[in-house]
């Protein structure tokens, strides 16, 4: 007959969230909290008297899990592991289990108590983080980028010109030295220079050099850019911000593979394959009559998108995670993972200035971090009282605990697809069913 002391216990231990049951020495359930039926979908009335595989699944039972070890060793020890447990419906969830001794009596007659708490979405959630798809430096698992990957693939082994296009910080360099690294001129310079940093004259003797006393300074005789990637590659980014002179030399270089260092009539020839970049609309450009329309379909031989960020947010995660582990890698203080509010700010941010806007977001909050994890309120300022944040919250006031119910039973209960069905990000389906309390 229960006793008082049994049914005060039997209270407190129903009020968990934590599912908890008691096995004894021959793995037979003794106890089952409602806990235990919510997360299991098992009623205590099934299981009490039943050996713990009504749990689990019986292909990995050996008789040496982690829990039958615990009642052989019969030690006060508590024990912590992750394990596959099988609800009634038969869908396969991972628990968190933290088992200890509960009873031993002389005769041997042993107790165990387990608590029991459903990881399956967190330990998801935390696999998304880990896997890095990644390509020559290139983070990224989105459609758009995957695309991407395959093209540079594809035209890496011609020597075709290509034309990257992209918004600032998209990482239009990336991709060029992809290109470069992927084709037969692997071996060989790949020289980058940036268009937009040199006035006019500047850069006409930075990229063909020339000759000394071609004008006032030139002191001695300098090789130019296109020389020094001769049987290399050559990446010339913001070509948009050329001068009609430069565009024009630029064109020979393209059509007939010659230059001409400043100051000097000889004709050098090169061997040089040309990428080049800028974040300007060039057919605009060229509307407007600022960009010559021969060069604009000289350069444009192969064209290659930069999506911005916010058209790839599934891709957050992993370069979050990324950025987190160089930043660690050149740093002794101890950071483990982002926290679920701090990646939630992230994927809500709409980041005009693209990856190297989160780079940048990322090397701030590990710098601010008091660690382990790093806490929304470790993030820039700006980003903690983003405008963008509390539109998308207020946007999301549809997503009602019926609603997300609903498109997790049209989907039987896969959460990708329900994701999908209401065109949200996976994780912001994760985040509503933990504020709604639901699980599948």
Known sequence: MPTKHDNYLDTVLNTLNEAVFVYDQNMEIK?????????????????LGKRCTTLFDKSLCLNNCDLCMTVRDAKNEKVNFNSPFVRKDGVRRVGDFKAGLLRKDQEGNTEVLVSLTDVTEVTRLKKELQETHSFRHMVGKSPQMKEVFRTIQNVACYDSTVF?????????????????????????????????????SLLESELFGHVKGAFTGALQERIGRFEEANQGTIFLDEVGDMSPNIQVKLLRVLQEKEIERVGENRTRKVDIRIIAATNKNLKREVDAGRFREDLYYRLNVFPIHMPPLRERKEDIPSLANRFVERWKSKHKKRLSNLSGKTLGKLMDHSWPGNVRELENAIEHACIKALGPDIELRDLPAYLQNNSDSEK??????????????????????????????????????WRKMKEFKLST
């Open 31 to 47: 106890y089952f909290n409602a806990a235990a039926e919510k997360i299991t979908g098992h009623l205590s009335r099934d299981v």
């Open 164 to 200: 990257i296009d992209g918004e600032s910080g998209t990482g239009k360099e990336l991709v060029a030295s992809a290109i470069h690294y992927e084709s037969p001129r692997a071996g060989e310079n790949l020289i980058k220079v940036n268009c937009s940093a040199f006035s006019d």
């Open 392 to 429: 998308i919250k207020r946007r999301r006031k549809w997503l009602t605990k019926k609603v997300v119910k609903d498109a997790l039973k049209a989907c039987e209960n896969n959460q990708t697809r329900a994701a999908e069905r209401l065109n949200v990000h996976r994780i912001t389906l």
